[in-house]
């Protein structure tokens, strides 16, 4: 297995915030998965989506996944919201640590950050907020399926987090059953 941190969880859940914490506290690099796209198409996301449709999206996600797992070690990713749900082995990144927190929750978070409108904007998914969380309830086992390791991250500052997801990555003792 790859020695890479893969957060995954719902758009605004806190992975790009979450991701660029603990890659100064573990001094590892932090490669965002939808960044990645952006450069490799030299296009914005939504305009991926607008002119080849979500069939094209996910197919670049695919590709990322099989680029990033041959060739990318010792790297925190901080992953779309739809990557493990539909990239064929996650897993294959690194630890999977899943960022759980509820739809109010993700909305609180991005009503209290410094910039909300600007966060409402790169999320256009949450103009509809019915649609929005319908989609977080029905990716919710997809998500638990696909960690190593949940966090939930409701109500919980960055350091707290950060210090969870720590705790969570030491081995356990030897000698022991945890």
Same mark, same amino acid.
């Given at each position: 297995m790859k020695n890479n941190i893969v957060l995954i969880g719902f758009m605004g859940v806190g992975k790009g915030s979450i991701s660029r914490t603990l890659s100064k506290m573990l001094d590892m690099l932090v490669l965002d998965t939808d960044d990645v796209i952006v450069s490799m198409e030299k296009r914005e996301i939504k305009t991926i989506f607008k002119k080849e449709g979500e069939g094209y999206f996910r197919d670049l996600e695919n590709k990322v996944c099989r680029w990033m797992a041959a060739n990318i070690d010792h790297t925190i990713i901080?992953?779309? =919201? =739809?990557?493990?749900?539909?990239?064929?082995d996650v897993k294959a990144l690194g630890r999977v640590i899943y960022l759980k927190n509820s739809f109010k929750g993700i909305m609180d978070r991005i009503e209290s950050s410094h910039n909300p409108k600007k966060k409402l904007k790169k999320r256009p998914l949450f103009k509809d907020q019915k649609k929005a969380k319908a989609l977080l309830e029905s990716r919710l086992e997809k998500y638990a399926a696909a960690a190593d390791i949940t966090i939930d991250v409701e109500g919980k500052t960055v350091a707290e987090v950060?210090?969870?997801i720590t705790e969570a990555l030491k081995p356990a003792p030897v000698g022991t059953d945890a």
């Open positions: 901080a992953t779309g =919201g =739809g990557f493990p749900i539909y990239v064929d950060i210090a969870e």
